[in-house]
């Protein structure tokens, strides 16, 4: 049996449209906010609950958590880097949601740093996590500086303040990152 021509026009075109890469847009990229909005708040909910009952288990949830988020914005990265550049609008836009999420993980970050003193009274159980947390928080600083240089090179007009609201964020990550090496160390 021969498929009429028109049949074989439309498969060609599925077939070509499965290939080509999808450029994505303002809602995707809001979408992967979204998601790392959520997983911020999901890790600060891991950091309250060891800061209540301090335990092995909690601290390794805090550390998945970590992972979680690093894993999101690594995915924001990847998906924006397939994005075309933002117009000045759209990149005001991307701005104004970056800066909705940056406060919120610089608290995160700040109440992980704040558990300090849960990990020093457990210091035996828990400093190998630490060390953990910190090769964590070390991947979570890679994966933002990614984010950062995509999107700063997809917009447009607002590269000064994007980077600097990335920069507060770093500082914030290097405290983080320099409180749990100390706090492996101290086995």
Known sequence: MRL????????????????TPVKRDL???????AT???????????INNFNQSMSITKALTMDGGIKTLTS??????TNTNSDDTFGIVDS?????????????LEAVLQNLIDQQ????????LLAPIALLIEADLLALKTATTAFE?????????VQVPM?????????????????????????
């Open 117 to 124: 003193n849960g990990f020093n009274l457990l210091h035996v």
């Open 72 to 77: 999101g914005v690594s995915q924001a990265n």
């Open 4 to 19: 009429p021509s028109c049949l074989l026009g439309f498969a060609l075109v599925l077939a070509v449209s499965a290939v």
């Open 92 to 104: 005001v836009t991307v701005l104004c949601n970056i800066y909705q999420i940056i406060p919120a």
């Open 149 to 157: 240089n995509s999107m700063i090179s997809k917009t447009q007009g």
């Open 163 to 187: 980077q600097s609201a990335f920069d507060e964020l770093g500082t914030t990550l290097d405290n983080a990152i320099s409180t749990y090496s100390l706090l492996g160390l101290l086995t």
């Open 36 to 46: 790392i909005a959520s997983q911020t708040d999901a890790l600060n909910t891991a």
């Open 27 to 33: 809602t995707s990229l809001k979408a992967d906010l």
